[in-house]
Protein backbone atom coordinates (compact mmCIF):
# COMPACT_ATOMS: atom_id res chain seq x y z
CA UNK A 1 0.00 0.00 0.00
CA UNK A 2 1.11 3.35 -0.71
CA UNK A 3 3.27 5.36 2.34
CA UNK A 4 2.12 8.68 2.77
CA UNK A 5 4.21 12.23 4.32
CA UNK A 6 1.46 11.61 6.80
CA UNK A 7 2.22 8.32 8.14
CA UNK A 8 5.82 8.73 8.11
CA UNK A 9 5.38 11.56 10.11
CA UNK A 10 3.32 10.51 12.41
CA UNK A 11 5.56 7.51 13.03
CA UNK A 12 8.61 9.74 13.29
CA UNK A 13 6.43 11.89 16.15
CA UNK A 14 6.18 8.47 17.91
CA UNK A 15 9.28 7.00 17.93
CA UNK A 16 11.93 9.70 17.33
CA UNK A 17 13.06 8.14 14.66
CA UNK A 18 14.75 9.37 11.04
CA UNK A 19 12.04 9.83 8.19
CA UNK A 20 13.84 7.19 6.06
CA UNK A 21 13.51 4.88 8.81
CA UNK A 22 10.06 5.30 9.35
CA UNK A 23 9.71 5.02 5.78
CA UNK A 24 11.38 1.89 5.58
CA UNK A 25 9.48 0.71 8.55
CA UNK A 26 6.15 1.19 7.45
CA UNK A 27 6.64 -0.26 3.64
CA UNK A 28 8.25 -3.57 6.09
CA UNK A 29 5.06 -3.59 7.57
CA UNK A 30 2.68 -3.04 5.09
CA UNK A 31 1.52 0.18 5.93
CA UNK A 32 0.60 -1.14 10.02
CA UNK A 33 1.75 1.71 11.68
CA UNK A 34 2.33 -0.80 15.30
CA UNK A 35 3.77 -3.05 13.64
CA UNK A 36 6.08 -0.32 12.03
CA UNK A 37 6.67 0.89 15.91
CA UNK A 38 7.56 -2.84 16.60
CA UNK A 39 10.19 -2.86 13.91
CA UNK A 40 11.92 0.49 14.73
CA UNK A 41 11.76 -1.19 18.74
CA UNK A 42 13.38 -4.18 17.54
CA UNK A 43 16.23 -2.28 15.93
CA UNK A 44 17.05 -0.66 18.87
CA UNK A 45 17.01 -3.67 20.40
CA UNK A 46 19.63 -5.55 17.97
CA UNK A 47 21.69 -2.03 17.88
CA UNK A 48 22.01 -2.20 21.94
CA UNK A 49 22.55 -5.71 21.45
CA UNK A 50 25.93 -4.77 18.99
CA UNK A 51 26.90 -1.93 21.04
CA UNK A 52 26.61 -3.12 24.29
CA UNK A 53 30.29 -3.43 25.05
CA UNK A 54 30.93 0.31 24.53
CA UNK A 55 31.54 3.14 26.88
CA UNK A 56 28.53 5.88 27.02
CA UNK A 57 30.52 8.26 28.95
CA UNK A 58 28.77 11.11 27.89
CA UNK A 59 25.63 12.50 28.10
CA UNK A 60 23.23 14.70 29.88
CA UNK A 61 22.91 15.44 33.49
CA UNK A 62 19.52 17.44 34.43
CA UNK A 63 17.71 18.31 37.89
CA UNK A 64 14.07 19.08 37.85
CA UNK A 65 11.67 19.82 40.97
CA UNK A 66 8.26 19.71 41.44
CA UNK A 67 5.43 22.91 41.12
CA UNK A 68 5.23 22.83 44.73
CA UNK A 69 9.08 22.42 45.67
CA UNK A 70 9.12 19.38 48.15
CA UNK A 71 10.75 16.86 45.49
CA UNK A 72 13.55 16.84 42.90
CA UNK A 73 15.26 14.26 40.84
CA UNK A 74 18.43 14.41 39.18
CA UNK A 75 17.96 12.01 35.96
CA UNK A 76 21.20 11.34 33.87
CA UNK A 77 20.88 9.78 30.27
CA UNK A 78 24.41 8.53 28.83
CA UNK A 79 25.59 8.32 25.42
CA UNK A 80 29.19 7.72 23.59
CA UNK A 81 29.61 11.23 21.88
CA UNK A 82 29.20 14.64 22.95
CA UNK A 83 28.03 15.26 19.99
CA UNK A 84 24.99 13.36 20.87
CA UNK A 85 24.74 15.25 24.54
CA UNK A 86 24.73 18.95 23.28
CA UNK A 87 21.69 17.21 20.77
CA UNK A 88 18.05 19.30 21.46
CA UNK A 89 16.50 16.17 21.10
CA UNK A 90 18.45 14.48 23.33
CA UNK A 91 18.20 16.76 25.93
CA UNK A 92 14.37 16.55 25.52
CA UNK A 93 14.09 13.19 26.02
CA UNK A 94 16.32 13.73 29.39
CA UNK A 95 14.44 16.38 30.43
CA UNK A 96 10.72 13.91 29.94
CA UNK A 97 12.42 11.39 31.88
CA UNK A 98 12.90 13.86 34.66
CA UNK A 99 9.52 14.91 34.61
CA UNK A 100 7.80 11.65 34.90
CA UNK A 101 10.53 10.86 37.70
CA UNK A 102 9.86 14.07 39.94
CA UNK A 103 5.69 12.98 38.91
CA UNK A 104 5.74 9.60 39.97
CA UNK A 105 8.23 9.72 42.59
CA UNK A 106 10.17 5.94 42.15
CA UNK A 107 12.73 4.56 44.70
CA UNK A 108 15.76 3.76 42.33
CA UNK A 109 16.89 3.64 39.06
CA UNK A 110 14.99 0.19 37.94
CA UNK A 111 11.56 1.92 39.27
CA UNK A 112 12.43 4.98 36.76
CA UNK A 113 13.12 2.45 33.89
CA UNK A 114 9.31 0.92 34.25
CA UNK A 115 7.51 4.83 34.39
CA UNK A 116 5.38 5.23 31.37
CA UNK A 117 6.15 8.13 29.33
CA UNK A 118 3.27 8.42 25.99
CA UNK A 119 2.22 4.61 26.63
CA UNK A 120 5.92 3.53 26.64
CA UNK A 121 7.94 2.72 29.34
CA UNK A 122 11.14 4.92 29.85
CA UNK A 123 13.83 1.45 29.18
CA UNK A 124 11.71 0.82 25.94
CA UNK A 125 12.34 5.03 24.79
CA UNK A 126 16.29 4.40 25.59
CA UNK A 127 16.78 1.06 23.60
CA UNK A 128 14.58 3.14 21.08
CA UNK A 129 16.95 5.91 20.94
CA UNK A 130 19.61 3.63 20.66
CA UNK A 131 18.01 2.42 17.23
CA UNK A 132 17.89 5.96 16.25
CA UNK A 133 21.00 7.36 17.27
CA UNK A 134 23.23 4.36 16.67
CA UNK A 135 25.18 5.29 19.90
CA UNK A 136 24.77 3.42 23.12
CA UNK A 137 22.23 5.05 24.84
CA UNK A 138 21.66 3.85 28.87
CA UNK A 139 19.89 5.68 32.26
CA UNK A 140 23.15 5.76 33.97
CA UNK A 141 21.82 7.26 36.98
CA UNK A 142 18.90 8.54 39.22
CA UNK A 143 18.49 10.68 42.80
CA UNK A 144 16.12 12.26 44.27
CA UNK A 145 15.98 14.45 47.30
CA UNK A 146 12.30 15.12 49.16
CA UNK A 147 12.11 17.79 51.61
CA UNK A 148 10.17 21.70 52.98
CA UNK A 149 11.52 22.99 50.15
CA UNK A 150 13.66 21.86 47.43
CA UNK A 151 15.56 23.37 44.65
CA UNK A 152 18.22 22.19 42.07
CA UNK A 153 20.70 23.24 39.84
CA UNK A 154 22.20 22.51 36.38
CA UNK A 155 25.99 23.72 35.73
CA UNK A 156 26.16 25.24 32.00
CA UNK A 157 26.76 22.47 29.79
CA UNK A 158 24.55 19.72 31.37
CA UNK A 159 27.14 17.74 32.62
CA UNK A 160 26.44 18.65 36.09
CA UNK A 161 23.73 18.75 38.56
CA UNK A 162 22.80 19.10 42.03
CA UNK A 163 19.75 18.88 44.66
CA UNK A 164 19.44 19.98 48.16
CA UNK A 165 16.87 19.96 50.51
CA UNK A 166 16.00 22.53 53.18
CA UNK A 167 14.18 22.37 56.74
CA UNK A 168 11.71 24.97 55.87
CA UNK A 169 10.23 27.40 52.91
CA UNK A 170 9.20 30.94 52.58
CA UNK A 171 12.66 32.65 52.28
CA UNK A 172 14.33 34.05 49.08
CA UNK A 173 15.40 31.61 46.22
CA UNK A 174 18.28 32.76 45.48
CA UNK A 175 19.95 31.72 48.91
CA UNK A 176 18.75 28.14 48.15
CA UNK A 177 19.89 28.85 44.47
CA UNK A 178 23.38 29.69 45.87
CA UNK A 179 23.86 26.85 48.36
CA UNK A 180 22.59 24.18 45.12
CA UNK A 181 25.42 26.33 43.41
CA UNK A 182 28.24 25.36 45.85
CA UNK A 183 27.38 21.74 46.49
CA UNK A 184 28.16 21.60 42.35
CA UNK A 185 31.10 23.76 43.03
CA UNK A 186 32.70 22.09 46.69
CA UNK A 187 31.43 18.70 46.09
CA UNK A 188 31.19 18.07 49.85
CA UNK A 189 30.74 14.39 51.07
CA UNK A 190 27.79 15.30 53.28
CA UNK A 191 25.75 17.99 55.00
CA UNK A 192 27.56 18.06 58.15
CA UNK A 193 30.20 15.89 60.16
CA UNK A 194 27.53 14.14 61.89
CA UNK A 195 26.62 12.79 58.33
CA UNK A 196 29.59 11.81 57.74
CA UNK A 197 30.16 7.74 57.35
CA UNK A 198 31.92 6.00 59.85
CA UNK A 199 34.40 4.38 56.75
CA UNK A 200 35.21 7.76 55.38
CA UNK A 201 36.39 9.09 58.99
CA UNK A 202 38.79 5.62 59.39
CA UNK A 203 39.82 6.44 56.29
CA UNK A 204 40.94 9.96 56.46
CA UNK A 205 42.42 8.77 59.86
CA UNK A 206 44.34 6.40 58.59
CA UNK A 207 45.49 8.72 55.51
CA UNK A 208 46.80 11.17 57.81
CA UNK A 209 48.11 8.52 60.55
CA UNK A 210 50.24 7.15 57.56
CA UNK A 211 51.39 10.72 56.43
CA UNK A 212 52.51 12.12 59.66
CA UNK A 213 54.62 8.85 60.21
CA UNK A 214 56.51 8.92 57.14
CA UNK A 215 57.01 12.77 58.11
CA UNK A 216 58.95 10.90 60.90
CA UNK A 217 56.42 12.10 63.64
CA UNK A 218 56.40 10.39 67.06
CA UNK A 219 53.85 6.77 66.82
CA UNK A 220 52.49 8.17 70.27
CA UNK A 221 51.29 11.35 69.12
CA UNK A 222 49.51 10.15 65.74
CA UNK A 223 46.08 9.41 67.12
CA UNK A 224 46.05 13.42 68.62
CA UNK A 225 47.83 14.79 65.23
CA UNK A 226 45.25 13.02 62.75
CA UNK A 227 42.02 14.26 64.62
CA UNK A 228 43.57 18.07 63.75
CA UNK A 229 44.06 16.57 60.13
CA UNK A 230 40.33 14.63 60.69
CA UNK A 231 38.71 18.42 61.67
CA UNK A 232 40.34 20.10 58.93
CA UNK A 233 38.67 17.27 56.83
CA UNK A 234 35.08 18.20 58.07
CA UNK A 235 35.55 22.02 57.79
CA UNK A 236 36.44 21.45 54.07
CA UNK A 237 34.54 18.68 53.13
CA UNK A 238 30.81 18.49 54.74
CA UNK A 239 28.74 21.55 53.27
CA UNK A 240 27.48 23.76 56.33
CA UNK A 241 31.03 24.18 57.59
CA UNK A 242 32.54 24.86 54.28
CA UNK A 243 33.73 28.61 53.75
CA UNK A 244 31.03 30.11 51.54
CA UNK A 245 32.25 30.49 47.53
CA UNK A 246 30.86 33.54 47.66
CA UNK A 247 32.00 34.95 50.73
CA UNK A 248 34.54 32.87 52.09
CA UNK A 249 34.97 35.15 55.56
CA UNK A 250 31.92 32.56 56.77
CA UNK A 251 30.64 29.45 56.26
CA UNK A 252 27.55 27.87 54.60
CA UNK A 253 25.73 27.44 57.93
CA UNK A 254 27.06 30.84 58.61
CA UNK A 255 25.30 32.14 55.96
CA UNK A 256 21.87 30.64 55.84
CA UNK A 257 22.37 31.81 59.94
CA UNK A 258 22.07 35.05 58.26
CA UNK A 259 18.88 34.60 56.35
CA UNK A 260 17.14 32.83 59.52
CA UNK A 261 18.64 31.40 62.26
CA UNK A 262 16.37 28.03 61.73
CA UNK A 263 17.18 27.63 58.42
CA UNK A 264 19.66 24.60 57.29
CA UNK A 265 20.18 21.92 54.99
CA UNK A 266 18.49 18.30 55.21
CA UNK A 267 20.16 16.47 52.26
CA UNK A 268 21.77 16.98 49.15
CA UNK A 269 22.74 15.10 45.80
CA UNK A 270 24.94 15.59 43.49
CA UNK A 271 26.06 14.12 39.66
CA UNK A 272 28.75 14.90 37.57
CA UNK A 273 29.40 13.40 34.16
CA UNK A 274 33.32 14.41 33.77
CA UNK A 275 34.29 13.51 37.28
Known amino acids: MAITATDVMKLRKATGAGMMDC ?24 VAS ?34 V ?9 TDSFASVAVADKPADLE ?34 VEAEFVVGYIHPGNKLATLVGFNKAGFDAQVAKDVAMQVAAMNPVAVDKDAV ?17 QEGKPEA ?10 NKFFKESTLLNQAFVKDNKQ ?19 RFALSE
Not at 60 to 72: H, P
Open 251 to 269: TVKDYLGSVDKELTVTSFQ
Open 221 to 230: MLDKIAQGSL
Open 111 to 144: GLKGLDVDGRTVADHVTEQTGVIGEKIELGHFAS
Open 85 to 93: AKNDDFVKK
Open 23 to 46: KKALTDANGDFDGAVQIIREKGKL
Open 50 to 83: KRSDREASEGVALAKVSDDNKFGAIVVLNCETDF
Open 197 to 213: SQEVIDKELEIAKEKFR
